[in-house]
């Protein structure tokens, strides 16, 4: 069926490095832009990032820049997070979600969620 | 960026109506029609209940509807039910290519 699931995340050191994944199945992946957003425990959401249908574009929020890279793998259907020196305050879970517009069109909302993956940066 | 305004908690009785409101900038919100309004309940994953300001997804009921005016959203759920009591959260497109989230608000059912 058409679902994400998102995997990697755990408990890690600050200042260590992280990659999640997001495993999409159901639909073809490689039409639609992917975006990975955060939610704090007991918080908010907060979106992360933006990469194109086809990987030639990427955004960022302020707080993630120069930090954390989204990439993608569309021979293996995968969305995933580059997470490098782990502050406290990356401590969340990681969702991806799906525009739902396609090919070069962003529509900025979003049609499909997985369950989140969960980081918590600890020493 | 700054996150939108929301209301941190809202309340109804069931079959009353309620709105929430979304406050941000001339640079997300005023700016754009790419307004959106997620639900979630404790533990889940978000679910999209309204897109492009007024627009409801298949499957949302036509109780769910939403609005703009200026640099202000709203969210209107009209003829309260128990399963509406979730966390709601307003996004909006911004000029800086980015995406932008309220803080969220709880709404109760009593």
């Known amino acids: 069926q058409v679902q994400l699931v998102e995997s990697g995340g755990g408990v890690v050191q600050p200042w260590r490095s992280l990659r999640l994944s997001c495993a999409a199945s159901?639909?073809?992946?490689?039409?639609?832009?992917m975006h990975w957003v955060r939610q704090a425990p007991g918080k908010g959401l907060e979106w992360v990032a933006v990469?194109?249908?086809?990987?030639?574009?990427?955004y960022y929020g302020d707080s993630v820049k120069g930090r954390f890279t989204i990439s993608r793998d569309d021979s293996k259907n995968t969305l995933y997070l580059q997470i490098n020196s782990l502050r406290a305050e990356d401590t969340a879970v990681y969702y991806c979600?799906?525009?739902?517009?396609?090919?070069?069109?962003?529509?900025?909302?979003?049609?499909?969620w997985g369950r989140g993956t969960l980081v918590t940066v600890s020493s | 960026q700054s996150a939108l305004t929301q209301p941190a908690s809202v309340s109804g009785s069931p079959g009353q109506s309620i709105t929430i409101s979304c406050t941000g900038s001339?640079?997300?919100?005023?700016?754009?029609?790419?307004v959106s309004w997620y639900q979630q309940h404790p533990g889940k994953a978000p679910k999209l209940m309204i897109y492009?300001?007024?627009n409801r997804p298949s499957g949302v009921p036509d109780r769910f509807s939403g609005s703009k005016s200026g640099n202000s959203a709203s969210l209107t759920i009209s003829g309260l039910q128990a399963e509406d009591e979730a966390d709601y959260y307003c996004?909006?497109?911004?000029?800086?290519?980015?995406?932008?989230f309220g803080g969220g608000t709880k709404l109760t059912v009593l």
């Open positions: 979600a799906r525009d739902s517009g396609i090919y070069l069109r962003l529509n900025w909302f979003f049609d499909l």
């Open positions: 159901g639909f073809t992946f490689s039409s639609y832009g």
């Open positions: 990469i194109w249908y086809d990987g030639t574009n990427a």
């Open positions: 001339s640079s997300d919100i005023g700016g754009y029609n790419y």
């Open positions: 492009e300001v007024t």
């Open positions: 996004s909006s497109y911004t000029s800086s290519t980015s995406l932008v």
